[in-house]
């Protein structure tokens, strides 16, 4: 079946521009993560949906930062007044429960860079 | 703050060889942990998780988990180049979101 799925692919802005990034996860997976992979750093967490709801935000990094996951399904993260130092890879992953036997499956990734 | 750990490598090692690549984690309540890959350019791949204590295999991989010492391993025999990639060690924390090590880069030389 069909995987994890992201887009844009590639996103280039300038800063201070908003932009969108978007989330298809597996079909019938309840929970769905965002991560970001800054060049030569690790996967960082952002955010954690079950179903449309959010119980974990903790890893936005500002208040510039926001996602939302509606019908339990697409989830889009928003970054407001973008910085050079949002550039990252941006990964969406998904997982049937959202438990702690679950494996998390990851999207493609969208490749942000700020100028 | 949770941490996980990983030599950054890179681990070098010859075609046939085993490869042993460790993680040791910070949080002693962590009960889930993941073992992926990820080549230059691409997403994490799962190759392994494990909740137990002990060993566990899947063809040429094999998993190791010790709670007490909080260290985690993967070994993967009969290595190939094309397991050439960066390893990420991940613990899954009690919200159930992944702490992911920085990984380690393994070369398998042909």
């Known amino acids: 079946g069909a995987g994890v799925s992201q887009s844009p692919s590639n996103k280039v802005t300038e800063k201070g521009k908003d932009v969108e990034l978007r989330c298809d996860p597996i079909?019938?997976?309840?929970?769905l993560y965002w991560y970001r992979q800054s060049l030569g750093q690790g996967l960082e967490f952002l955010i954690y949906f079950q179903g449309n709801s959010a119980p974990d935000k903790s890893g936005l990094p500002s208040d510039r930062f926001s996602a939302e996951r509606t019908g339990g399904s697409v989830s889009t993260l928003t970054i407001q007044r973008t910085q050079q130092e949002d550039s990252a890879v941006y990964l969406c992953?998904?997982?049937?429960?959202?438990?702690?036997?679950?494996?998390?499956?990851f999207g493609p990734g969208t490749r942000l860079t700020v100028l | 703050q949770k941490e996980v750990e990983q030599n950054s490598g890179p681990l070098s090692v010859p075609e046939g060889a085993i490869a042993s690549l460790n993680c040791t984690y910070s949080d002693r309540v962590s009960q889930s942990f993941f073992w992926y890959r990820q080549y230059s350019g691409k997403s994490p791949e799962l190759i392994m998780s494990i909740y137990s204590n002990g060993d566990k295999e899947d063809g040429r991989f094999t998993a190791q988990l010790n709670k007490a010492s909080q260290y985690v391993s993967l070994l993967i025999r009969d290595s190939q180049p094309s397991d050439s990639a960066t390893y990420l060690c991940a613990v899954m924390d009690s919200s159930y979101k992944l702490i992911f090590g920085s990984g380690t880069r393994l070369l398998v030389r042909p």
């Open positions: 992953a998904s997982s049937p429960l959202g438990g702690d036997t679950d494996t998390q499956y």
């Open positions: 079909s019938g997976h309840t929970a």
